[in-house]
Structure formats: C-alpha cells, structure tokens
C-alpha cells in the first residue's frame, strides 16, 4: 500500500507540474473524449476455477463498458480520466461438487447473482507518435482511483437424499456496495482517422479489492435463521481489451 500511495502521489506531482508548464506556454494541444468497449477476462484466483486454491471465483468473461478523457499538456504527456462498468458472473460448480462428494444427506445445486462493478480513474496520459504524419500513437496510462461493488448474493439449493431430511435454501448476500482502491495499467494505440475523429485501441490491467459484509439466511421447510458471516476481501483482477472512437473537443 506505501509503494501505490507513493506512485499516486508521483502522478499527482507529475500531472501538476504539466498543467503549470501548459499554462506558461502554448496550453492545451488536444483533448478526446472516448467511448469504448471490450472483452474483460478476470486473471489470478478472482478468474480461477481451480479445486485446490481456496481463494478461486471462478468470475466468467464479460463484456465492459467505458468513457475516457484524455488531453495533452505537451508533446508527449498529459492526463487522462476514465469510467468503467461491467458486471461479472461467477460460477459455484466447485462448492457444489465439493458439497455433493461430501454431504450424505443433501445433494447441493446453486446460482448467484453478478457482481455490478464500477470504476472510476485519473492518471498520467504519456504518448508517443509512430509515424511521420502524426496520425498513429502509442500511448500508456498509470492511473489510480475507486472500484465500487454493488450488493450481490449467491444462493444454494439443498435437495435431501434422505426422506427423514428437509429441503431447504442456503441464501448468502452481501450488504450495501463495497468500495476500495483501484489501479489500472493501460497500453494501446491512437489512430486518426480525421481531424476531428480518432480510433481507440488498448489492452489494459485492472485490480481493486473491497471488503464484503456478508449475511447468510437459511430456511427449511420448519424454519428459517439468519446468520452474520465473517466480512471477506475480494481481489477483482481483470484483462481488458478495448476499442473505441474518440471525438476530439480541444
């Protein structure tokens, strides 16, 4: 956490010091605003089906959707702004086939509802031309911000194998919308199409992990109980490939 507030604030300065160099000079080269869309896959245990890790998801590819602003201070840096939404599903065939190898009683089956994932972020915009008329860039973002999760749940059917047992749901929700720290990487290219409009593509890294309070309800056919759950930290690690067109304003 010392490294991130540290490279947040570096961008902070960085960005800073280009705007007060843009107002003593020529100011504002350009400005683009962006609407993109793309395939995000979720990496490390947050997109892992594995058994034998404890901390896999098994969150499922999506689709994202995101509005950017970008503008440069000079030839080569500036800053650039991004929103981002998307929700994710996650699969629970693991802990089912954990329960039904395990349980004699009960034969397990369940769904969840996707986790809606906003994003919001600020960061350095570096970039560099790659052909001799200007019209083809390559540019790189650093930026820093917020991840915001809103209330999900996932819920467990329990079929009895026995007739003396009863059926019944394990339902377990989480309160409220999470929110925490996020950091995204993001690499791509720039093309100009006119001099008015531009094609966006990128690939990008994104993480954030908030904490969940998570409530349990479990009902049969004589009762039902509530039960608090021990709150959990959920890493959400995402691979994003986007594309988008770009109207410049400035």
Not at 21 to 41: E, N, P, R
Not at 77 to 103: C, E, K, P, W
Not at 208 to 218: G, H, K
Request: glycine share 10%.
């Amino acid at each position: 956490m010392k490294k991130i507030t540290a490279l947040f604030f570096s961008l902070v300065i960085a960005t800073g010091a280009l705007a007060q160099k843009a107002a003593q000079g020529d100011g504002l080269l350009d400005g683009y605003f962006t609407i993109g869309t793309g395939l995000s896959v979720p990496v490390g245990s947050f997109g892992s089906s594995s058994s034998v890790n404890p901390n896999a998801y098994g969150a499922k590819n999506t689709v994202n959707i995101d509005v950017s602003y970008t503008a440069r201070f000079s030839n080569f840096f500036g800053m650039a702004m991004v929103g981002r939404s998307l929700s994710v599903g996650h699969v629970i065939t693991n802990t089912q086939g954990y329960f039904n190898g395990n349980d004699p009683n009960y034969m397990w089956s369940g769904e969840a509802t996707p986790n809606k994932l906003k994003m919001a972020m600020a960061g350095l915009y570096a970039t560099v031309p790659l052909s001799g008329d200007k019209n083809l860039w390559l540019f790189f973002k650093p930026m820093l911000g917020a991840g915001f999760v809103g209330q999900t749940s996932t819920t467990y059917n329990l079929i009895a194998r026995e007739p003396n047992y009863n059926n019944g749901t394990v339902k377990v929700t989480t309160s409220g919308q999470s929110y925490a720290f996020a950091y995204s990487f993001v690499l791509g290219i720039k093309y100009n199409i006119t001099p008015l409009f531009a094609f966006m593509a990128q690939v990008d890294y994104t993480s954030t992990n908030p904490m969940f309070n998570a409530q349990s309800v479990n009902a049969t056919t004589y009762h039902i109980y509530y039960q608090d759950a021990t709150p959990y930290y959920l890493r959400m690690q995402m691979l994003n490939f986007n594309i988008g067109v770009g109207l410049k304003i400035h």
